[in-house]
């Protein structure tokens, strides 16, 4: 056979897994942890598919040798988990005593991981807001407090660790925070519009003012770092944004071809613009008026240019319809339809337990060309990207764990990516795959799972490895170029 060219991924790529402090930690009431907002979420009846919390989880507070061990074998490099910030000040607050086990709880990990061999990436804000910050002042709602306090967070930690650690990633999603805990409520602190689900919030602006609050939050702490660590730790510091691919549901129709853009607007740039564009985009500027927060030339100066690389989530793709009528004022979406199959009834991939996902990996190379086309071609970090199985958690134990469905979807994705960066010129860089572990899937509480490793958590949240633990690590072993 003769050879063909075959996709490869650069000899430095990093690649390991993701979890988050509220979905994997547990102990959440233990050395003197604080609430957040997500405890108190959890305990609102109806909120989180079969009434669970994140009080016990995985319990990886106490098992962070167990994790490390996984992580080994299956061979990652690195591992992206981030800090509970009510355990490193219970309060939440500039002004609030500092939680000294918290620190060293950290501290202690991060030295265990790097005597492992693997490389931490750690995300300073997975949504688990200290619950005080939204009681005093209404969290993010409040710019100048939630700025200040987030910073002196910010600074606290790049201290404590800042010497060990060469990557940051400030706010997972702000995307999430803003749109899923202030418009729709399926969130935690759960706000909207909607008063059968919620006494307060206004889906027409508290998303709005979120999403700036979150940006010149990121920005206020990339300054902190690059002032006063950068010089002496050498390290990186950026934002992770999701978003998924978009396809007109109808290619002839001009509207949803557009639409498609305005879709990936609203998700993404509405984040990234103001990063590497210095401004809001122009279709949601023109949806939403005044209600979008106006750049001060301060605010402004912070957030632009403060990305050192993109993180990148990416999970799927969907179908676009334009609407024809004038936008609600609730909308964030762009005033479209987001639809899981075309005119044509084909539908975007195959189902999976997640209501919002439908895999469709071509998706994923044509959102890193996207994205580095509108971005000057950045360094891309993946972050997070895995899916959940079409009834996994109903399923006997060694069907379980025969995980082929994401297997393949690893298989797929990973080399959509290297297809990427070899075809496409994408500097795409590193790669964490979503998760380590079965975890508490947020308003999908344990039903959902979308871990490489099976949690029991009826017998001591014992882990057993699924078929696509060892998977990844393949197909890395076969993209990578060898140095
Ligand atoms: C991400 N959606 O969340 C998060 O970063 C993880 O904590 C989470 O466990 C993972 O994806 C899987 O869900 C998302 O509704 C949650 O589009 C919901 C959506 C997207 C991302």
């Known amino acids: 056979m003769g050879s063909i060219e075959q996709s490869n991924l650069p000899s430095d790529f990093l690649w390991g897994f993701a979890t988050a402090a509220y979905q994997i930690e547990g102990a959440a009431k233990e050395d003197g942890r604080g609430p957040s907002i997500w405890d108190t979420f959890c305990k609102i009846p109806g909120k989180i598919a079969g009434g669970g919390s994140g009080d016990v989880a995985c319990d990886s ?10 992580l ?119 706000h909207t519009s909607d008063r059968t689900k919620s006494p307060v919030g206004d889906s027409s602006t508290e998303q709005w003012i979120v999403g700036h609050s979150l940006l010149v939050a990121h920005g206020a702490a990339v300054k902190i770092y690059r002032d006063e660590f950068k010089q002496r730790d050498g390290g990186e510091i950026g934002i992770t944004l999701n978003g998924d691919w978009a396809e007109p549901w109808d290619p002839e129709n001009p509207a949803d071809v557009e639409a498609c853009d305005r879709k990936i607007e609203f998700a993404i740039s509405w984040f990234a613009d103001p990063i590497y564009h210095g401004k809001y985009p122009d279709s949601m500027v023109k949806q939403l008026g005044d209600r979008l927060p106006t750049w001060t030339p301060e605010d402004i100066a912070l957030v632009k240019g403060s990305n050192d690389f993109y993180g990148m989530n990416h999970y799927c793709a969907n179908f676009i319809r334009a609407k024809t009528t004038e936008p609600e004022l609730n909308d964030v979406a762009g005033n479209l339809d987001i639809l899981l199959e075309d005119k044509n009834g084909v539908s975007v991939g195959p189902a999976t337990q997640s209501p919002w996902l439908q895999p469709s990996a071509i998706g994923f190379r044509k959102l890193l060309k996207w994205l580095s086309e509108r971005y000057g071609y950045p360094k891309i970090y993946v972050t997070e990207n895995g899916t959940s199985v079409l009834g996994e958690n ?22 959509a990516m290297a297809d990427a960066y070899t075809l496409d010129g994408v500097n795409v860089r590193a790669y964490m795959a979503w998760s380590l572990l079965d975890n508490f899937e947020w308003a999908e509480g344990y039903e959902t799972r979308f871990g490489v490793t099976y949690v029991d958590y009826e017998n001591d949240q014992k882990r057993i490895p699924k078929k696509s633990a060892k998977e990844i690590g393949k197909v890395f072993d076969r993209l990578i170029q060898k140095a």
């Open 72 to 190: 080994k074998e299956c061979n990652a490099k690195a591992y992206r988990f981030s800090l509970s910030w009510s355990r490193i000040i219970p309060l939440g607050g500039r002004n609030d005593p500092v939680n000294k086990k918290g620190i060293e709880f950290y501290q202690k990990f991060v030295d265990d991981l790097i005597d492992a061999g693997i490389t931490p990436l750690i995300t300073l804000f997975h949504w688990d807001l200290p619950d005080e910050l939204d009681k005093r002042y209404g969290g993010p709602l409040n710019k100048e407090e939630f700025v200040a306090d987030f910073a002196n967070y910010a600074r606290l930690v790049f201290e404590a660790f800042g010497s060990k650690v060469k990557y940051w990633i400030t706010f997972n999603e702000p995307w999430c925070s803003s749109v899923l805990g202030y418009n729709n409520g399926s969130f935690a602190p759960g």
């Open 61 to 70: 507070y106490h098992r962070t040798h167990e994790d490390i061990a996984l």
């Open 394 to 415: 109903d399923m006997p134990l060694d069907e379980l764990l025969n995980d082929e469905f994401r297997a393949k979807y690893f298989r797929d994705y990973i080399s």
